[in-house]
């Protein structure tokens, strides 16, 4: 079989000749109707037959990898999509530097793989969770059709996983495999297994602002593995990331085209002051000290998800071969990291200090350093749009002490500029920072539904391009 292209003649699309391993196809083929219920039963709520103008990847060659047309969601071809293989692919970082990369799991590494690729698999669902009610208040069709793109593929990256788990884990990968469709966001009792997954994504500001920076800790976090010395999750995770590009896309995009038609109606309506947001609101559009304040709830929550700053998990998951660095392969060092030291940030006495620390314990602080660089190039271009109005405002991200649950800040409050905060004034000022009932209630005001094709909410300018070149009254989704 052509790797290159995709096998669509079985219940399960996929480029890993499925046909020829019985085993793993069974077990997918049992855990199928398992994976259809719940897409039913937690997948976008009131669309489940309508046709979406979706993509759908149909091979894993860059240059055209996707064909669009119209689906039923339901009737998504969620295929097992890996990049092809290198030939002599060697593992290039860790104790097993120069070794050549394992085409099957190394028995010492095996609870430490599957463990990642669990928690992996488990931010998939959880997020098609946490959207599943959007629909209902879509500013556009091409909004509309955005966010179900987002939504298939992440039901796609669920199987990416459950096809590692089946096919590598035996018995315990099965048990896993059903429990990635037990758990559900939000659930007291079986909540999803991080943080920032089982929060709700309310409205659609929290969704762009949620594809902006959680799905950037996806692809930081995917980017990480696609290094790994296990030579499937590598292929598995570099595929996702080329769907994954898109999800931060659709939320770049999504703010910016927020803040363009926030500073379009104060320059029409003769308002300067940004902080004037009673006026600004009167508009019908969003002001802007309330777009900040949703970046520092999403920006906060997502530097949970990259774990302690100081971490035996990620030093022994890079010492093993199994999760490397943003772009290691591009990186000039050692590869080993057993001397040397990285600065990380920590709290002394109260005080936040920059201390040297051995530079294989502070991976997860490597990580999130370049997620932060990352975010800072989508900001910097939201505030191109701001001062191309001349309104005087600019979007900063918070200091990372800011609103924290993990790690060396969750022991402290702080403002967004990581000022130690006493209790009292952190609740007293809490709402100066992060969204408050009042700005939850003005937000919610305005998800109004539009589904005439080619308009669009008065809070969101349209974009600039339509998905797929197509013109602007293009139907994006049929509702049915
Ligand atoms: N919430 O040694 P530590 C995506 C736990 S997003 C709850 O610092 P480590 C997507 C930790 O599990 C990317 N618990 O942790 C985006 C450990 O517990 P155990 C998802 C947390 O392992 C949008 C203990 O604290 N992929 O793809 O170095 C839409 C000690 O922690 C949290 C991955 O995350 C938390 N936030 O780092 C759709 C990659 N943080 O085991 C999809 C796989 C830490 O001692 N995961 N803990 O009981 C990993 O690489 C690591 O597990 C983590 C944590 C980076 C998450």
Not at 20 to 41: S, T
Not at 45 to 67: I, M, N
Request: glycine share 8%; net charge negative; aromatic share 10%.
């Amino acid at each position: 079989m052509n790797l290159m292209n995709v096998d669509y003649n079985g219940l399960i699309p996929n480029n890993v000749d499925l046909n020829a391993d019985v085993r793993v196809q069974k077990a997918l083929e049992k855990w199928h109707p398992g994976y259809i219920d719940w897409w039913n039963d937690m997948g976008p709520e009131g669309f489940q037959q309508s046709l979406v103008y979706l993509r759908t990847a149909v091979s894993v060659d860059p240059k055209g990898w996707a064909k669009f047309d119209y689906v039923k969601m339901p009737e998504y071809k969620w295929g097992i999509l890996l990049a092809p293989q290198v030939e002599d692919r060697k593992i290039s970082f860790g104790a097993h530097r120069g070794e050549k990369a394992w085409q099957e799991v190394p028995g010492e590494y095996r609870a430490m793989l599957r463990r990642l690729i669990v928690i992996q698999g488990d931010t998939e669902p959880a997020s098609v969770e946490q959207q599943r009610y959007l629909g209902k208040t879509a500013p556009s069709l091409y909004d509309l059709r955005n966010l179900f793109q987002v939504n298939v593929e992440e039901g796609r990256h669920l199987w990416a996983m459950v096809y590692l788990l089946q096919k590598y884990f035996g018995a315990d990968g099965r048990e896993e495999a059903e429990a990635l469709l037990a758990r559900r966001s939000g659930d007291p009792d079986t909540p999803r297994m991080l943080g920032a997954f089982n929060e709700q994504t309310p409205d659609w500001l929290s969704f762009f602002m949620f594809t902006f920076f959680t799905d950037r800790d996806g692809k930081m976090q995917l980017e990480a593995l696609a290094q790994s010395g296990f030579d499937p999750l590598s292929r598995t995770t570099r595929f996702m990331l080329t769907e994954e590009a898109h999800h931060m896309f659709v939320g770049e995009t999504g703010i910016g085209r927020i803040v363009e038609r926030t500073c379009e109606a104060m320059k029409a309506n003769g308002i300067d002051d940004p902080n004037d947001i009673a006026a600004v609101r009167r508009l019908g559009v969003i002001d802007l000290p309330t777009i900040q304040k949703k970046a520092n709830l999403l920006f906060s929550l997502t530097l949970d998800l990259f774990g302690n700053e100081i971490s035996t998990n990620a030093a022994n998951a890079f010492h093993a071969g199994i999760k490397g660095r943003f772009r290691e392969d591009k990186l000039d060092d050692d590869h080993r990291l057993e001397s040397g030291t990285y600065p990380v940030l920590r709290l002394v006495d109260g005080k936040i200090v920059n201390e040297d620390v051995p530079a294989l314990s502070a991976l997860n602080m490597r990580l999130r350093d370049d997620f932060v660089a990352d975010c800072n190039g989508g900001v910097g271009r939201w505030n191109r749009v701001i001062e191309k109005f001349n309104v005087p405002f600019q979007i900063g991200l918070p200091h990372v002490a800011f609103h924290r649950h993990i790690g060396e800040f969750s022991k402290v409050k702080a403002d967004t500029d990581g000022n130690a905060l006493s209790d009292e004034a952190w609740v007293k000022r809490r709402a100066e920072f992060l969204p408050s009932d009042s700005d939850r209630d003005f937000i919610e005001s305005l998800m109004k539904p539009e589904t005439e094709p080619g308009r669009f909410a008065s809070w969101i300018a349209p974009p600039k391009v339509g998905i797929d070149n197509k013109q602007g009254n293009f139907e994006y989704v049929k509702i049915a």
